[in-house]
């Protein structure tokens, strides 16, 4: 390549001219790097194990997911690291064990402001570990991970915010018109029991005994650390600033955490969607079937978005709920497993779980691998070739799918203040109220009995089985920390 060059030339001209000689063969012959993959995930809030189309029910409306099922994989034994929402999210935010950093509770109502209570900052969570990674990370919808200054999202990595801090939020504020409205309280005027009916779109039940919590007292819906006035239905507001977010960063590397409320309480339904589900006669079921469609319409669009972006083929997209669900108070069902959410039983900590990825995982088919939400930290790291800060409890999801004897004997373990479990393999043992002594705990064999009415704790054909699987908690008990509060 030949340049001429006149008297006239200054030394920047010769500069540029012979950098630009320099470099353009080099930018020429460097090679496209692809862009990394995308991570999405979906998370419903006490989403019982039988409330999807795809999990075998046959009366709810769930057309969206259950689609989304035909090209993911649907993994029939997947656990969360805790019965409930908080140390739930701690687990697979940080794929650790929440208890060895002592976050062992769900906090609640006014706690969720006491300035120790929250997720530590030194934990490293997943969006921390992709931020560094160069991609932009976003949370919309439920934190729960810490209400005072020091535990908000954008101290722990995420870029963009947009939800509340608490455990609960009314989906749209007060007065709540266009929806109808199932209220928890402790009494009912004139001194009625069950059921009453303020108004054809509020109802007011006694039939757990205690009121509704004040899930919006103190906890505004906040964007970025701003208070704002949502007005749009929170689920709508989800799927609003979710496929924003997707749109916006299209071009570069992202993480989204999509953390919905529904169908956490309160019970809050549009009256349109309501309307959908007239031949359901309980008012109580009929809102909660509204709230799960809402909810899946939502994934649809995201999805939709994904695919009319053109980034569905390199997005990781995963979708499970926090925990199992509350049956008593939400009509939520965990079929067939046993109990619901706050229980060490398999209803309480087995989940619905989808996961969609290309390349890695074949789509359109079952596993029954042992899997758990731990798991997907070390997916991200294997994706992208990074350490982790610290060491992780899980194993690549991707791996245990495509390999199911890597996890064919593995041990999960759980703690919550008296209750308690491990599963190893086939066997699990659970200590429903107290694990301070061995005739506490019951034994199940969950291959032959996944709903756990059959306790063989007493067996003597299984008494050395129950003796190693208490060891094997003990151990891992010794390994956790002290709770945080």
Known sequence: MRYSLNCKCTLTGIACLLLGILVRPA????????????????????LGYAELGCQG????????????????????????????????????LTGRIPLRFGYEFNPIGARNEDPQTGLPNKQQTIAEYLHDAGYTTGLVGKWHLGGAADFHPQRHGFD?????????????????????????????????????????????????????????????????????????????????????????YQTSPWFLYVAYNAVHSPLQAKNDTLALFKDEDDIHRRIFLAMLYDLDRSVGQILQTLEKTGQSENTLVVFFSDNGGPTKETTASNLPLRDGKGSMYEGGIRVPFLIRWPGQVEGGSVSDSIISTLDLFPAITGMIGNKSQVEL??????????????????????????????????????????????D??????????????????????????????????????????????
């Open 57 to 92: 029910n046959a009366v709810v409306k769930t057309p969206q997911i259950d689609a989304f099922s035909r090209e993911a994989v649907r993994c029939t034994q997947a656990y969360v690291t805790a019965p409930n929402c908080s140390p739930s999210r701690a687990g697979f």
């Open 393 to 438: 409890d899980g194993i690549n999801i991707a791996s245990v799918i495509r390999n199911p004897e890597l996890a064919s004997d593995r041990t999960l373990y759980w703690r919550q203040g008296k209750r308690a479990a491990l599963r190893q393999g086939r066997w699990k043992i659970v200590a429903p109220n107290g694990h301070n002594s061995e």
């Open 27 to 46: 930018l020429a012959n460097a090679p496209d790097l692809p862009k990394p993959p995308n991570v999405l995930l979906l998370v419903a809030d006490d």
């Open 160 to 248: 963009e915010f947009f939800g509340f801090l608490h455990e609960g939020h009314y989906f749209v504020p007060s007065p709540w018109n266009e929806t109808t409205t199932w209220i928890r309280r402790k009494g009912l005027p004139q001194g009625k029991q069950g059921r009453y009916e303020v108004s054809p779109q509020l109802i007011y039940s006694s039939h757990m005994g205690h009121d509704e919590p004040d899930y919006d007292a103190n906890n505004p819906v906040l964007r970025e650390g701003q208070p704002v006035v949502e007005e749009a239905y929170f689920t709508d507001a989800i799927t609003r600033e979710a496929t924003s977010f997707i749109e916006r």
């Open 440 to 485: 506490k705990w019951q034994l199940f064999d969950l291959q032959d009995d996944p709903s756990e009415q059959n306790d063989l704790s007493t067996s003597q054909d299984h008494h050395k089985m129950m003796k190693g699987l208490l060891r094997k908690w003990e151990t891992l008990n010794q390994e956790m920390a002290e709770p945080l509060f």
